[in-house]
């Protein structure tokens, strides 16, 4: 079956990003997004995947205006972020955030009813509110939606909440969702309700959403595209058919040989990534490359350029990309 | 909660529903407090005090009658002791010192509940502005807070009854500006550890100000902290005025605790062992500030850590 | 003698919740084991009943054999030096389960002291042999819990399991909430451990595929009770029970077309210990339940060599026939709602 194509021109676009935090007292800047440019077309589910600390959450809240970018902009439909009060404002009702935790998303002293209306409020919504709420939380699968107006989110599963939190989003009819680990603290078995609900508003609506997540599973189950970050770059982008199945940087290789049904040798790095304050030289990931270190790289001849030419920024649109030295000599 | 609430066509359009839904919200969350609050057998010992001091102070013109402070009709003899007739006795001029018990309390928790209301309000207002803007606005307004946290309370409230017109609105205020810090540093702590939870981050995102971040997530978070606070102080607002009232600053034609503290003084009670000048006055006084201590508590233990059962 | 065999567990908590409906199993030495399920299943509170750690209202039944000894008719004194010394935890959440205001090295040293098996400098000496042992450097002993990673830090839980040389460690969720990178170097640094040292190994965790990586056996849990249990390759690729299918499911294979754009998943969420429902418990979201489902309980059955699983449809109509692959037609099977061209069922949230 295949999902609904997506058009060629970008809906939301990241160009050049640089997001830098400054360093206490002296220390260099944590350089948490160090030059990214990202596509997402209207109808496509892309997957920004990554480890803890790669950036792809500063990456998302830049998309979404909450952090400025220090270098770089982003564009939404064809016009580029302002960051005003009222534009942000007005950029909100199109670019929605869904998060991690529905627990700590939702209010507790307000009913799941309350924090479905709050964006209404916010933005001064003519027309009945109730049918508006209803509305949402039919589309997220809460059904009878009247059932669920006084309850507090205490008095919810945690797919419920997360239903809840999707709601609040949808209620203000965004063209864009992005979603920080949107599954990571649910139960197992209620995962693929949630997901399936994502790709369900994907075609029904034709919602584009970015799904930030360190689960590749969860590419491989809802994404079009997925794009691999590593300590603020983005090093590997394309359709996840082929970057999942048929990877080319060894830190895409790497990170799916260690998952527990992946075929081979586990190529398992040591150590953690680095920190965003110290960006290795070269390529920033030739320090814990399995290819540097196995002497391929050298076989290959590219060793030297990888300890010493920054590999550079991919771009953002669909085709499969890697910024890898080995990987473009091959 | 189910069928009650009906589908969306039967209810009528527009007939603000959500103003509904929110009155039953209120209602039942209110009865939910009462059940828990219930549970705390001090909290039900201070909330009886209450009443027995509240009851007679609302219903004083029709259980005393208003003319009880007056000395030319005093209706006893000058300084007698406990009786059938004056169970408390009479004071100097002989007027019955039950009846300006009765009064005084009118005075006295009227004066401490404003006092208490005026101090919170400045406190909260100060404390979620500067927690949640944050910057040098906070640091100014947190430095401000500091020397007033410095400055002993009794002195900078005399400084300033003394320099305005004598009158129940001067102790108010002079209380009320004087103990709002305790609550501006609580408040402000509760709203820098609020705005770390998701759901703010969440408010942002939907497009929502600062004022609206404020009102409508802060401030109810904050709320349980404030009404603590708030029957907290006005037990420290009582004291306050009956010390205010006491050292003759207080309004002079009123009858209050302090003031009946300090005729009994003025009137020798102390050296002439007339302790029932003394003792009513005082016992109210401290029975009533336990009594607001004990509800506060108890309050404070109803509201903090309840977020549910979680599953 | 097993080295750890658990004969009819019952616990329920002081709310009336019944963590814990009656559970065996059994461990030997040098084995690997793991226990998969949800929140409310009745895991963790299995790995606390197993050292008596449960909160005092907890009513707990059945018998826990620890190398022949019965951990619940211990006295007290003996639970204490068992604890530890012969089983130890590797606690869910490591982050939170460190002391922050003492160095690490004191904590690992911590169990040793208290078990008065060295002096304050043998124990230092030992922290720092184990700290090895688990990867990191022995001269971060001296640090605090707040200047190590994550990773780290569960590294140092994990050498304060081993501190006493214990026969049995459980570990709890032990990468719930790391990195896949991180999580295999733990997994690899456990399998290493438990590999050298011979002791046996109970491991928890909801992701059964990280599970039939590492263990051996795979026992599934369902509202207090294990439903399937058996050979962890078998029980991960073809299991009989609905739901440890559906668990299994809910992390696709990479590569695997059937998994694209399918998520599959379970409607409703995992019960409540307080409020289970009447006959199978997982009727209500099971994808194949019969009507008698609704009230006959049901009880684990054979379904091969060293394999039971609790699901009628065992040996009913043929082993082949016992779990369910495609379900019959009309019957929805979990997470099929998306894909164009079909209509979203709306399910009882």
Same mark, same amino acid.
């Given at each position: 079956?295949?999902?609904?194509?997506?058009?060629?021109?970008?809906?939301?676009?990241?160009?050049?990003?640089?997001?830098?935090?400054?360093?206490?007292?002296?220390?260099?800047?944590?350089?948490?997004?160090?030059?990214?440019?990202?596509?997402?077309?209207?109808?496509?589910?892309?997957?920004?995947?990554?480890?803890?600390?790669?950036?792809?959450?500063?990456?998302?809240?830049?998309?979404?205006?909450?952090?400025?970018?220090?270098?770089?902009?982003?564009?939404?439909?064809?016009?580029?972020?302002?960051?005003?009060?009222?534009?942000?404002?007005?950029?909100?009702?199109?670019?929605?955030? !869904?998060?991690?935790?529905?627990?700590?998303?939702?209010?507790?002293?307000?009913?799941?009813?309350?924090?479905?209306?709050?964006?209404?409020?916010?933005?001064?919504?003519?027309? =009945?509110?109730?049918?508006?709420?209803?509305?949402?939380?039919?589309?997220?699968?809460?059904?009878?939606?009247?059932?669920?107006?006084?309850?507090?989110? $205490?008095?919810?599963?945690?797919?419920?909440?997360?239903?809840?939190?999707?709601?609040?989003?949808?209620?203000?009819?965004?063209?864009?969702?992005?979603?920080?680990?949107?599954?990571?603290?649910?139960?197992?078995?209620?995962?693929?309700?949630?997901?399936?609900?994502?790709?369900?508003?994907?075609?029904?609506? %034709?919602?584009?959403?970015?799904?930030?997540?360190?689960?590749?599973?969860?590419?491989?189950?809802?994404?079009?595209?997925?794009?691999?970050?590593?300590?603020?770059?983005?090093?590997?982008? %394309?359709?996840?058919?082929?970057?999942?199945?048929?990877?080319?940087?060894?830190?895409?290789?790497?990170?799916?040989?260690?998952?527990?049904?992946?075929?081979?040798?586990?190529?398992?790095?040591?150590?953690?990534?680095?920190?965003?304050?110290?960006?290795?030289?070269?390529?920033?990931?030739?320090?814990?490359?399995?290819?540097?270190?196995?002497?391929?790289?050298?076989?290959?001849?590219?060793?030297?350029?990888?300890?010493?030419? #920054?590999?550079?920024?991919?771009?953002? =649109?669909?085709?499969?990309?890697?910024?890898?030295?080995?990987?473009?000599?091959? | 909660?189910?069928?009650?609430?009906?589908?969306?066509?039967?209810?009528?359009?527009?007939?603000?529903?959500?103003?509904?839904?929110?009155?039953?919200?209120?209602?039942?969350?209110?009865?939910?407090?009462?059940?828990?609050?219930?549970?705390?057998?001090?909290?039900?010992?201070?909330?009886?005090?209450?009443?027995?001091?509240?009851?007679?102070?609302?219903?004083?013109?029709?259980?005393?009658?208003?003319?009880?402070?007056?000395?030319?009709?005093?209706?006893?003899?000058?300084?007698?002791?406990?009786?059938?007739?004056?169970?408390?006795?009479?004071?100097?001029?002989?007027?019955?010192?039950?009846?300006?018990?009765?009064?005084?309390?009118?005075?006295?928790?009227?004066?401490?509940?404003?006092?208490?209301?005026?101090?919170?309000?400045?406190?909260?207002?100060?404390?979620?502005?500067?927690?949640?803007?944050?910057?040098?606005?906070?640091?100014? /307004?947190?430095?401000?807070?500091?020397?007033?946290?410095?400055?002993?309370?009794?002195?900078?409230?005399?400084?300033?009854?003394?320099?305005?017109?004598?009158?129940?609105?001067?102790?108010?205020?002079?209380?009320?500006?004087?103990?709002?810090?305790?609550?501006?540093?609580?408040?402000?702590?509760?709203?820098?550890? !609020?705005?770390?939870?998701?759901?703010?981050?969440?408010?942002?995102?939907?497009?929502?100000?600062?004022?609206?971040?404020?009102?409508?997530?802060?401030?109810?978070?904050?709320?349980?902290?404030?009404?603590?606070?708030?029957?907290?102080?006005?037990?420290?607002?009582?004291?306050?005025?009956?010390?205010?009232?006491?050292?003759?600053?207080?309004?002079?034609?009123?009858?209050?605790?302090?003031?009946?503290?300090?005729?009994?003084?003025?009137?020798?009670?102390?050296?002439?062992?007339?302790?029932?000048?003394?003792?009513?006055?005082? !016992?109210?006084?401290?029975? !009533?500030?336990?009594?607001?201590?004990?509800?506060?508590?108890?309050?404070?233990?109803?509201?903090?850590?309840?977020?549910?059962?979680?599953? | 003698?097993?080295?750890?065999?658990?004969?009819?567990?019952?616990?329920?908590?002081?709310?009336?919740?019944?963590?814990?409906?009656?559970?065996?199993?059994?461990?030997?030495?040098?084995?690997?084991?793991?226990?998969?399920?949800?929140?409310?299943?009745?895991?963790?509170?299995?790995?606390?009943?197993?050292?008596?750690?449960?909160?005092?209202?907890?009513?707990?039944?059945?018998?826990?054999?620890?190398?022949?000894?019965?951990?619940?008719?211990?006295?007290?004194?003996?639970?204490?030096?068992?604890?530890?010394?012969?089983?130890?935890?590797?606690?869910?959440?490591?982050?939170?389960?460190?002391?922050?205001? $003492?160095?690490?090295? #004191?904590?690992?040293?911590?169990?040793?002291?208290? $078990?008065?098996?060295?002096?304050?400098?043998?124990?230092?000496?030992?922290?720092?042999?184990?700290?090895?042992?688990?990867?990191?450097?022995?001269?971060?002993?001296?640090?605090?819990?707040?200047?190590?990673?994550?990773?780290?830090?569960?590294?140092?839980?994990?050498?304060?399991?081993?501190?006493?040389?214990?026969?049995?460690?459980?570990?709890?969720?032990?990468?719930?909430?790391?990195?896949?990178?991180?999580?295999?170097?733990?997994?690899?640094?456990?399998?290493?451990?438990?590999?050298?040292?011979?002791?046996?190994? /109970? /491991?928890?965790?909801?992701?059964?595929?990280?599970?039939?990586?590492?263990?051996?056996?795979?026992?599934?849990?369902?509202?207090?009770?294990?439903?399937?249990?058996?050979?962890?390759?078998?029980?991960?690729?073809?299991?009989?029970?609905?739901?440890?299918?559906?668990?299994? =499911?809910?992390?696709?294979?990479?590569?695997?077309?059937?998994?694209?754009?399918?998520?599959?998943?379970?409607?409703?969420?995992?019960?409540?210990?307080?409020?289970?429902?009447?006959?199978?418990?997982?009727?209500?979201?099971?994808?194949?339940?019969?009507?008698?489902?609704?009230?006959?309980?049901?009880?684990?059955?054979?379904?091969?060599?060293?394999?039971?699983?609790?699901?009628?449809?065992?040996?009913?109509?043929?082993?082949?026939?016992?779990?369910?692959?495609?379900?019959?037609?009309?019957?929805?099977?979990?997470?099929?709602?998306?894909?164009?061209?079909?209509?979203?069922?709306?399910?009882?949230?």
């Amino acid at each position: 079956m295949t999902p609904s194509t997506p058009s060629t021109t970008a809906l939301l676009r990241a160009h050049r990003v640089h997001v830098a935090f400054p360093g206490r007292r002296g220390a260099p800047d944590a350089r948490a997004v160090d030059g990214v440019d990202l596509d997402i077309r209207r109808g496509e589910i892309v997957a920004l995947v990554g480890e803890s600390g790669c950036g792809k959450t500063t990456l998302a809240r830049t998309l979404l205006g909450l952090v400025a970018p220090t270098e770089g902009g982003v564009t939404f439909d064809g016009r580029p972020l302002e960051y005003s009060g009222r534009s942000l404002k007005a950029y909100r009702k199109r670019v929605q955030l !869904v998060l991690q935790d529905p627990s700590g998303s939702l209010n507790p002293r307000h009913t799941v009813y309350d924090a479905v209306a709050e964006g209404l409020r916010i933005h001064g919504h003519r027309g =009945d509110e109730q049918a508006a709420v209803a509305g949402a939380l039919s589309r997220a699968g809460l059904r009878p939606p009247e059932r669920f107006f006084l309850r507090h989110p $205490h008095e919810l599963s945690g797919g419920q909440r997360q239903r809840v939190v999707i709601a609040g989003a949808l209620v203000l009819e965004p063209e864009l969702l992005v979603a920080d680990e949107p599954v990571a603290s649910l139960d197992a078995s209620v995962r693929g309700e949630i997901l399936a609900l994502l790709l369900r508003l994907r075609d029904d609506l %034709g919602l584009s959403a970015l799904v930030v997540t360190h689960d590749l599973g969860l590419a491989w189950n809802i994404a079009d595209r997925v794009a691999v970050m590593y300590l603020g770059r983005i090093v590997e982008t %394309g359709p996840v058919e082929q970057v999942l199945t048929a990877p080319r940087h060894p830190y895409t290789q790497a990170l799916l040989s260690v998952l527990p049904e992946a075929p081979g040798d586990p190529v398992v790095l040591t150590g953690e990534p680095p920190d965003p304050s110290r960006v290795p030289s070269g390529c920033r990931f030739h320090a814990r490359c399995q290819i540097l270190a196995g002497g391929e790289a050298e076989r290959a001849g590219v060793a030297e350029a990888c300890r010493t030419r #920054d590999p550079g920024v991919l771009t953002g =649109d669909d085709t499969a990309q890697v910024a890898c030295h080995w990987a473009a000599a091959r | 909660m189910t069928s009650e609430n009906g589908t969306i066509k039967e209810q009528t359009a527009l007939a603000v529903p959500s103003r509904s839904l929110a009155w039953r919200r209120r209602r039942d969350s209110a009865a939910r407090f009462w059940r828990q609050y219930r549970a705390h057998r001090a909290g039900l010992f201070g909330l009886a005090a209450l009443l027995l001091f509240a009851l007679p102070a609302l219903t004083a013109p029709l259980l005393v009658g208003d003319d009880v402070d007056s000395v030319t009709d005093a209706p006893g003899g000058p300084l007698e002791g406990p009786s059938a007739e004056f169970p408390f006795g009479t004071d100097q001029f002989g007027r019955n010192l039950l009846g300006l018990v009765i009064w005084g309390a009118r005075v006295s928790l009227l004066v401490g509940l404003l006092a208490a209301v005026l101090s919170v309000a400045i406190g909260t207002l100060i404390g979620v502005t500067a927690g949640h803007f944050k910057g040098w606005y906070a640091t100014v /307004m947190m430095r401000i807070t500091d020397w007033f946290l410095v400055m002993p309370t009794l002195v900078l409230a005399i400084a300033l009854a003394t320099v305005m017109p004598r009158s129940l609105l001067t102790i108010v205020v002079a209380i009320g500006v004087t103990t709002w810090p305790t609550t501006a540093r609580l408040v402000r702590a509760q709203t820098l550890a !609020v705005e770390t939870r998701p759901y703010i981050e969440r408010a942002r995102a939907l497009g929502g100000g600062h004022r609206h971040i404020m009102s409508r997530h802060v401030l109810p978070n904050v709320m349980p902290l404030v009404l603590a606070q708030t029957t907290l102080i006005i037990s420290t607002a009582i004291l306050a005025e009956a010390t205010l009232a006491f050292l003759g600053l207080g309004d002079p034609t009123v009858v209050s605790w302090g003031a009946l503290l300090q005729d009994a003084r003025e009137a020798g009670a102390v050296s002439s062992g007339h302790w029932w000048y003394l003792v009513p006055p005082g !016992v109210a006084i401290a029975v !009533v500030a336990l009594a607001f201590t004990l509800c506060g508590r108890a309050v404070e233990q109803v509201l903090n850590p309840r977020l549910g059962v979680s599953r | 003698m097993s080295l750890l065999e658990v004969r009819g567990l019952t616990v329920t908590y002081a709310g009336g919740a019944a963590a814990v409906r009656g559970v065996d199993l059994r461990l030997e030495a040098g084995q690997k084991l793991g226990i998969a399920g949800e929140s409310g299943c009745g895991k963790s509170t299995l790995a606390l009943a197993l050292l008596r750690l449960l909160p005092a209202g907890a009513r707990v039944g059945g018998e826990i054999l620890l190398d022949g000894e019965d951990v619940l008719a211990m006295k007290w004194g003996r639970v204490r030096a068992v604890r530890w010394a012969g089983a130890s935890i590797v606690f869910q959440g490591a982050m939170h389960s460190l002391n922050p205001v $003492h160095r690490i090295g #004191d904590q690992i040293a911590e169990p040793v002291l208290l $078990h008065g098996r060295a002096t304050a400098a043998g124990a230092r000496r030992r922290a720092g042999e184990l700290l090895e042992q688990v990867g990191l450097p022995a001269a971060r002993a001296s640090a605090y819990p707040h200047e190590l990673s994550g990773g780290q830090r569960q590294r140092v839980m994990i050498a304060m399991a081993l501190a006493c040389d214990p026969r049995l460690i459980v570990a709890d969720e032990p990468t719930t909430a790391l990195d896949v990178m991180i999580q295999a170097q733990i997994l690899r640094l456990i399998e290493q451990l438990v590999a050298d040292q011979d002791v046996g190994l /109970m /491991m928890i965790s909801h992701d059964l595929a990280v599970l039939a990586d590492t263990c051996d056996r795979l026992a599934v849990m369902y509202a207090g009770r294990v439903v399937e249990e058996g050979p962890a390759a078998q029980v991960h690729e073809d299991a009989r029970h609905p739901y440890a299918r559906a668990l299994s =499911d809910a992390f696709p294979r990479i590569g695997d077309p059937s998994s694209r754009f399918a998520p599959r998943g379970l409607p409703g969420d995992p019960p409540d210990p307080s409020a289970l429902p009447s006959g199978c418990t997982f009727h209500p979201r099971c994808p194949v339940a019969l009507d008698s489902c609704t009230t006959e309980d049901q009880h684990l059955r054979e379904a091969g060599t060293a394999w039971r699983a609790a699901c009628v449809r065992i040996g009913r109509d043929g082993p082949d026939d016992a779990g369910p692959a495609r379900p019959r037609e009309g019957v929805p099977s979990p997470g099929e709602t998306t894909g164009p061209g079909k209509e979203a069922r709306p399910r009882t949230p």
